[in-house]
């Protein structure tokens, strides 16, 4: 099961690319109780997810990547019950406030430099998302921004730039998350530059909302595939619009997924023991053995992948629906590999705030010496 708790293998080192957006800098203004200096190198970002909660604390090292220091994960499902009342509960509340302040607690034991925490679909959907955002800066001194589906588009693919290769002229990205799936359409420039994003859309269904509506159905061949129909049915019009594929069909399209989904099926597929990031991070598997990855977890049933070392009890009821919403579009876009990309939003974040601090740097005039010399 992927576990994003500090570790020996949490010491990976990602790359950054293209310009700071407007209105982001290293000093987010944070009334908190943790400790903020200029002097520390440490950089976090905190993502609160409609399924998970999650901390990333790194610093920069060589080649403009970054070495991860600290990290934390908890799943908190906050949307659990959203799409029935259209607020989210007092006890997802509740245990999102939890884990935030365990985040907060890590972070007053090291002081960052800059800090952004950000939430997405849960929050955007929720009537009472204001009040909850309140109570969580009055409890744990974290300000949460809730960022819009392009910016979630924008972040992913920020962070997974670097996997990208010369040969490749377009990107489809994706990412199942709780509450929505994100899918990118990036010009990849072969890698003289800056990765574009031509399209996105953020189709609202995640593995939260899914297995809150279709429940043990997704577990039966029927249900299984009425999903994998609705989901498609939602992306054709997208793939009109930007005739996504034509473009695969003419070659240079890289298929990548960066969810729980793409990391458990690229686990299982490759027969790990136990989930281990840097194994998975990165890897590009042929899309007939992540079929088969899909398949065999199909076959294991609820008890299987509850007892399965990529699996698990906390994730049992959200496996197959993201397996659903990944067989739908493979559907739509029969790319002939996929690449797995365990980094998201997280990562982006801290890119971003590390390259604002260079920028920042470059722009400021030469200091004097005592001879008056630059």
Same mark, same amino acid.
């Given at each position: 099961?992927?576990?994003?708790?500090?570790?020996?293998?949490?010491?990976? !080192?990602?790359?950054?690319?293209?310009?700071?957006?407007?209105?982001?800098?290293?000093?987010? /203004?944070?009334?908190?109780?943790?400790?903020?200096?200029?002097?520390?190198?440490?950089?976090?970002?905190?993502?609160?997810?409609?399924?998970? +909660?999650?901390?990333?604390?790194?610093?920069?090292? %060589?080649?403009?990547?970054?070495?991860?220091?600290?990290?934390?994960?908890?799943?908190?499902?906050?949307?659990? /019950?959203?799409?029935?009342?259209?607020?989210?509960?007092?006890?997802?509340?509740?245990?999102?406030?939890?884990?935030?302040?365990? @985040?907060?607690?890590?972070?007053?034991?090291?002081?960052?430099?800059?800090?952004?925490?950000?939430?997405?679909?849960? @929050?955007?959907?929720?009537?009472?998302?204001?009040?909850?955002?309140?109570?969580?800066?009055?409890?744990?001194?974290?300000?949460?921004?809730?960022?819009?589906?392009?910016?979630?588009?924008?972040?992913?693919?920020?962070? +997974?730039?670097?996997?990208?290769?010369?040969?490749?002229?377009?990107? $489809?990205?994706?990412?199942?998350?709780?509450?929505?799936?994100?899918?990118?359409?990036?010009?990849?420039?072969?890698?003289?530059?800056? %990765?574009?994003?031509?399209?996105?859309?953020?189709?609202?269904?995640?593995?939260?909302?899914?297995?809150?509506?279709?429940?043990?159905?997704?577990?039966?061949?029927?249900?299984?595939?009425?999903?994998?129909?609705?989901?498609?049915?939602?992306?054709?019009?997208?793939?009109?619009?930007?005739?996504?594929?034509?473009?695969?069909?003419?070659?240079?399209?890289?298929?990548?997924?960066?969810?729980?989904?793409?990391?458990?099926?690229?686990?299982?597929?490759?027969?790990?023991?136990?989930?281990?990031?840097? $194994?998975?991070?990165?890897?590009?598997?042929?899309? +007939?053995?992540?079929?088969?990855?899909?398949?065999?977890?199909?076959?294991?049933?609820?008890?299987? $992948?509850?007892?399965?070392?990529?699996?698990?009890?906390?994730?049992?009821?959200?496996?197959? %629906?993201?397996?659903?919403?990944?067989?739908?579009?493979?559907?739509?876009?029969?790319?002939? !590999?996929?690449?797995?990309?365990?980094? /998201?939003?997280?990562?982006?974040?801290?890119?971003?705030?590390?390259?604002?601090?260079?920028?920042?740097?470059?722009? !400021?005039?030469?200091?004097?010496?005592?001879?008056?010399?630059?």
């Amino acid at each position: 099961m992927p576990d994003d708790s500090a570790s020996a293998e949490d010491d990976r !080192r990602l790359t950054p690319l293209g310009e700071a957006p407007a209105g982001l800098r290293g000093d987010c /203004g944070q009334a908190a109780p943790w400790r903020q200096s200029l002097a520390s190198h440490a950089y976090a970002a905190v993502d609160l997810g409609t399924n998970n +909660c999650r901390l990333l604390v790194g610093m920069p090292a %060589p080649g403009g990547s970054f070495r991860v220091v600290d990290s934390f994960s908890r799943i908190v499902r906050l949307g659990e /019950g959203l799409g029935a009342t259209g607020n989210l509960s007092d006890a997802a509340m509740d245990r999102a406030v939890t884990a935030l302040k365990a @985040c907060a607690e890590k972070l007053s034991r090291r002081p960052v430099r800059a800090l952004q925490a950000v939430t997405t679909e849960a @929050c955007r959907r929720a009537r009472n998302g204001a009040a909850f955002l309140a109570r969580v800066e009055a409890e744990t001194g974290l300000r949460l921004r809730v960022i819009s589906p392009r910016e979630e588009a924008e972040l992913a693919m920020e962070s +997974c730039a670097p996997l990208f290769e010369p040969q490749d002229r377009r990107a $489809l990205l994706f990412d199942i998350g709780g509450g929505s799936t994100e899918i990118a359409w990036i010009r990849t420039h072969g890698g003289r530059q800056a %990765p574009e994003l031509i399209g996105y859309i953020s189709v609202p269904v995640g593995v939260v909302t899914l297995s809150e509506r279709c429940g043990p159905s997704c577990f039966t061949e029927a249900g299984f595939h009425a999903v994998v129909d609705e989901v498609a049915a939602r992306l054709s019009g997208f793939d009109a619009v930007h005739c996504i594929g034509q473009e695969i069909r003419a070659g240079g399209v890289r298929l990548m997924g960066t969810s729980g989904t793409v990391t458990t099926l690229a686990g299982v597929a490759m027969a790990l023991p136990r989930y281990r990031r840097p $194994l998975v991070d990165g890897q590009t598997l042929e899309a +007939c053995v992540a079929d088969q990855a899909l398949g065999d977890l199909f076959a294991l049933g609820r008890d299987g $992948l509850a007892a399965h070392p990529c699996v698990g009890p906390d994730r049992v009821d959200f496996v197959l %629906p993201g397996c659903a919403v990944y067989a739908a579009i493979r559907r739509v876009w029969p790319v002939p !590999r996929l690449t797995v990309a365990d980094r /998201g939003l997280r990562e982006g974040i801290l890119l971003r705030l590390m390259r604002a601090d260079r920028l920042a740097g470059l722009r !400021r005039p030469p200091l004097r010496g005592w001879h008056g010399t630059a």
